[in-house]
């Protein structure tokens, strides 16, 4: 397996631009979540699916930020409008389970968003 | 909700020093203690992690200890390298919950 597979790696848009993030957990996993790294915030969870379905978006900062999960091997996290306190890095992460021996959570690459 | 302090925030060693990193804990229901380390511009990885039925877990030159009395645990590691430099991050979860994280602690290892 390849891994959580995240696109674009990276994304610099301009205020008021609608941005979309997308990513594919690992096969099998029933769990996948969305965290936003800044140096002030560190590593904040955003949204979780199980099995498709959203659980908890708490963690989603405004109306202007929504995330779906049409079916197991795909996710997008998308922000509209965009404004330049988005800029982050947006991590997708998956695992098996939410807890027990299986909860691990594998990371993807991250997209680094800029917004101008 | 749980609250999660890590420190320091950032660590200098020369390479063979060991090098340890502290969080605590608000909630004393969590039960699950991970520390992913995070190279300067890759993903955070998952280098060793404890559950609380267990007071110390060791890995090669990792090793990670628990007091759930005080709610602290700590990252240990020993004959540090070059290599070892990254940003480590703390967390911790109680049963069904989801990962509360640490701020981080960016260790820079000297040869």
């Known amino acids: 397996d390849a891994g959580v597979i995240q696109s674009p790696r990276h994304e610099v848009t301009e205020m008021g631009q609608e941005v979309t993030l997308r990513c594919k957990p690992i096969?099998?996993?029933?769990?996948l979540f969305w965290y936003r790294q800044t140096m002030m915030r560190g590593l904040e969870l955003l949204i979780y699916?199980?099995?498709?379905?959203?659980?908890?978006d708490s963690g989603m900062p405004e109306d202007r930020f929504s995330a779906k999960m049409p079916n197991a091997s795909f996710s997008t996290l998308k922000i509209q409008p965009s404004e330049p306190r988005d800029s982050a890095v947006y991590f997708c992460?998956?695992?098996?389970?939410?807890?027990?021996?299986?909860?691990?959570?594998?990371f993807g690459p991250g997209t680094r968003l800029t917004v101008l | 909700g749980e609250n999660v302090e890590q420190h320091p925030s950032t660590l200098s060693v020369q390479e063979g020093d060991s090098a340890v990193i502290k969080c605590t804990y608000s909630?004393?229901?969590?039960?699950?203690f991970p520390w992913y380390k995070q190279e300067l511009g890759k993903r955070p990885q998952l280098i060793i992690d404890?559950?609380?039925?267990?007071g110390e877990k060791k890995d090669q030159r990792i090793a990670v200890t628990l007091n759930k009395t005080a709610k602290h645990f700590s990252l240990h590691i020993t004959e540090t390298q070059p290599e070892d430099s990254a940003v480590y991050f703390c967390?911790?979860?109680?049963?069904?919950?989801?990962?509360?994280f640490g701020k981080g602690t960016m260790l820079l290892v000297s040869p």
């Open positions: 992460a998956s695992s098996w389970a939410l807890e027990g021996a299986y909860n691990e959570q594998f």
């Open positions: 096969s099998g996993h029933d769990y």
């Open positions: 967390a911790s979860k109680e049963g069904y919950s989801t990962l509360t």
């Open positions: 909630d004393s229901a969590s039960n699950y």
């Open positions: 404890i559950r609380s039925n267990v």
């Open positions: 699916f199980n099995n498709n379905v959203p659980i908890d």
